[in-house]
């Protein structure tokens, strides 16, 4: 099992290239336009974004990139994401996106320390790749940050009542879990929406995306 310089596992299950201290991911290369798509529709007028495991940072760039109206902060636990993402950004000139923060979703009251109301937060392919306990908290931090009306919008493969949605998103969760028992796609209806009633988060539309995954947006009530 590949580890990360503090020994904890990789979470990145692809190769990246390396530039500097930025990271290039290939999947990001590829999901990165239609998810900005959905960005430009869905978050517009929402003011504040926090991203939560933002990974390279060049979803943070390209999604602030389209959308000037957005103020994007970016982070991630990991050290070598958040160089990434500082180099990103540093690269980029933008002037509406920022961080990296250090945001680790799995610790109690993450959100305390930040004083930035949100209209949205938004976490792309992470609550897979970790702990049943980061989608946990990642709710309850999202419940007591987001202001009424404020979005959660999460990206990635979701099994839909007890099932999965393709036979590749099955074979990719036997993966995931074989890697890490505690891994594994979340289902929308058994996983996530108790989650959003215990929070007061709403789901509100699930939009199919290429290569079987969905968007996923929940509305703070
Ligand atoms: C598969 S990568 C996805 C990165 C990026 N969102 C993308 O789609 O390219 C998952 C990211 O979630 C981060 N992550 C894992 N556990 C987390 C946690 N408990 N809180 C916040 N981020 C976490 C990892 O460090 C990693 O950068």
Known sequence: ???????????????????????????????????????????AGVGSVLEIGSGTGEHAVHFAAAAPGLQWFAGDPDPSARDSIAAHIAGSGLENVSGPHWIDVCEEHWDAALDVSYGAVVSINMIHIAPFSAAEGLFAGAGRLLRPGGKLLLYGPFARNGVHTAPSNEAFDA????????????????????????????QDIVISMPANNFTVIFVKV
């Open 1 to 43: 099992m590949a580890t990360d310089k503090t020994g904890k596992k990789e979470t990145a299950l692809e190769s990246r290239s390396a530039e500097g201290e930025k990271l290039y991911s290939p999947s990001a290369a590829r999901n990165r336009d239609p998810i900005r798509d959905v960005i430009v529709a869905q978050l």
């Open 175 to 202: 993966s995931l879990k074989a890697r890490d028992p505690r891994w594994g796609i979340r289902d929308l209806e058994h996983d996530l929406a108790p989650l959003a009633h215990k929070n007061a988060l709403r």
